[in-house]
């Protein structure tokens, strides 16, 4: 058998290699270094190739692959979203993504993605609440105690200083798992019984449950003035969270305009409804919280150069962490036009 050439090893981050990735920068810092790196992708955002995500829906959930491209370095993502998955013991989001070298074509990176999807998910919450979410917020309620909860609610402590979470969900064992894995970090944490409870006095109402409806997680009279929404959950076509007045009174900032029309909390308002890019408030060219009375509302549906970001930061982690394997995934011959033969002199 002959050897595989160097250009046929892609380096692979398993589950358990993320995992020690994340261990050895710590969780917190993972949080603010991606922070960081999709608030510089999105300063750079018209460079990008942007397209909405190529969805493949189904009676119970969906899949999606998310690409986009710098130019130098081609991106994309797998996810599925199926809700009903988690009563089957299965994780309602799970993920993978591979960076490649624009010039070449060849992979530089194939990673899983489940857990750093949660990651990058927080992150640009967290990131786009220090735009937007009024100054010196401290408290954030946190509705859905699921598998992305406890990474929203660390985001916003080591993004944006928030020191008290309150949680709810309509399973009380999932904010029990929340409340638990949350002790010890360093936030107040209170479980509450009512969703109302958990605004109570927050400036920073956080939605990410999952169901496959027009959910009603907010109706319009629980949300004041001076609050900032940052809602998760709503992602996909028949899936919101918001009732659609609160969309009417608030300030709606959003990814990707011509994907979040199809799938955030907006689906629900006429195609002309206003909304503003926030890669624009970052780079100063639209306002953001424009009073502290004002709502403000990050329609999040998670767009392809977040997930560009979090890639490239494991990549560029890779050097002095090393955690990854290599995987033999590249058939690439010594002379490129003798595939077969390289075929036949495996026998
Ligand atoms: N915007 C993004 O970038 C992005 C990224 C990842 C996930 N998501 C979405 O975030 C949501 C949560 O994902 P997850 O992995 O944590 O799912 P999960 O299934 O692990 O958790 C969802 C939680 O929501 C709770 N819930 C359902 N209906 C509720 C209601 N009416 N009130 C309160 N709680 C309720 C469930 O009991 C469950 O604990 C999903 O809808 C997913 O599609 C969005």
Redesign the pocket.
């Known amino acids: 058998m002959i050897a595989p050439s160097k250009q046929a090893f892609v380096p692979f981050v398993s589950v358990a290699n993320m995992m020690r990735l994340v261990h050895a920068i710590g969780v917190e810092q993972v949080m603010v270094d991606l922070a960081a790196e999709i608030e510089a992708d999105f300063r750079r955002w018209p460079l990008f190739d942007k397209t909405p995500r190529v969805a493949s829906h189904s009676e119970i959930g969906v899949i999606e692959l998310m690409p986009t491209s710098d130019g130098e370095t081609y991106g994309f993502k797998y996810?599925n979203?199926h809700?009903s998955?988690?009563k089957r013991g299965l994780?309602?989001?799970t993920a993978f993504g591979l960076l490649a070298d624009v010039s070449t074509g060849y992979p530089l990176l194939l990673s899983e993605m489940t857990i750093l999807?949660?990651l990058?998910?927080a992150a640009?919450?967290a990131m786009a609440a220090k735009w937007l979410a009024p100054k010196g917020a401290t408290t954030m309620a946190l509705?859905?105690?699921?598998?992305?909860?406890e990474f929203q609610a660390l985001a916003f402590k080591a993004v944006c200083g928030i020191s008290e979470v309150r949680l709810?969900?309509?399973?009380a064992k999932?904010t029990r798992k929340c409340a638990a894995n949350l002790a010890g970090r360093g936030l107040t944490v209170v479980a509450c019984a009512t969703?109302e409870e958990a605004i109570l006095g927050a400036q920073i109402i956080t939605t990410?449950?999952?169901?496959k409806q027009n959910?009603t997680?907010l109706t319009d009279n629980m949300v004041g003035a001076g609050v900032h929404i940052n809602a998760?959950?709503?992602?996909?076509p028949g899936?919101t969270e918001l009732h659609k007045d609160i969309l009417s009174r608030a300030g709606v900032f959003v990814e990707y305009p011509p994907q979040t029309r199809v799938e955030g909390e907006i689906q629900q308002m006429p195609e002309d409804f206003p909304v503003t890019e926030l890669w624009q408030v970052i780079n100063g060219q639209a306002p953001g919280r424009t009073d502290a009375r004002a709502i403000t509302l990050f329609d999040?549906?998670?767009?392809a150069i977040?997930d560009f970001s979090a890639l490239r930061y494991v990549h560029g982690k890779l050097k002095s962490l090393g955690l990854c394997d290599q995987l033999d995934m590249i058939a690439d011959p010594d002379d490129p036009r003798d595939l077969f033969g390289m075929l036949m002199r495996a026998a």
């Open positions: 996810v979203g809700p998955n988690m994780q309602t989001v999807t949660a990058r998910t640009t919450s509705i859905g105690n699921g598998a992305q909860a709810y969900d309509i399973d999932a969703p990410v449950t999952a169901d959910a997680i998760v959950g709503g992602d996909c899936k999040s549906v998670g767009f977040e």
